[in-house]
Nanobody, 128 residues
Framework: QVQLVESGGGLVQAGDSLRLSCAAS????????MGWVRQAPGKEREFVAR????????YYADVVKGRFAISRDNAKNTVHLQMNSLKPEDTAVYYC?????????????????????WGQGAQVTVSS
């Protein structure tokens, strides 16, 4: 059974930092392009960041570029999202997702069928 489990969410103040982690079981993450996607209440799902299988290439949404950093530790089968300078508009449920595509491509991939596996989500709330 494949599981992606996010952790590290919480309630913080504007300007604070959080680090989300995504731990995988049942799959070997080095075989997957990984992404982070978020969804705020009443809003559509939104692309956040994406990383290639070896972690060499990354791609970010403009709204988080320079503040967020995606990384991966294939030896530990985990992916991370370091979020700095958080803003109230970053409040959302954050999902990690695994894409089995043969090749990495940058771009705003956030739809259900853009990824093969999804985590259950981690709530991030940023107060002003």
């Amino acid at each position: 059974q494949v599981q992606l489990v996010e952790s590290g969410g919480g309630l913080v103040q504007a300007g604070d930092s959080l680090r989300l982690s995504c731990a995988a079981s049942g799959i070997t993450l080095r075989n997957y392009v990984m992404g982070w996607v978020r969804q705020a209440p009443g809003k559509e799902r939104e692309f956040v960041a994406r990383i290639s299988k070896a972690g060499i290439n990354t791609y970010y949404a403009d709204v988080v570029k320079g503040r967020f950093a995606i990384s991966r530790d294939n030896a530990k089968n985990t992916v991370h999202l370091q979020m700095n300078s958080l803003k109230p508009e970053d409040t959302a449920v954050y999902y990690c997702a695994a894409d089995a595509s043969a090749y990495y491509t940058g771009g705003h991939y956030y739809a259900e069928n853009d990824y093969d596996y999804w985590g259950q989500g981690a709530q991030v709330t940023v107060s002003s």
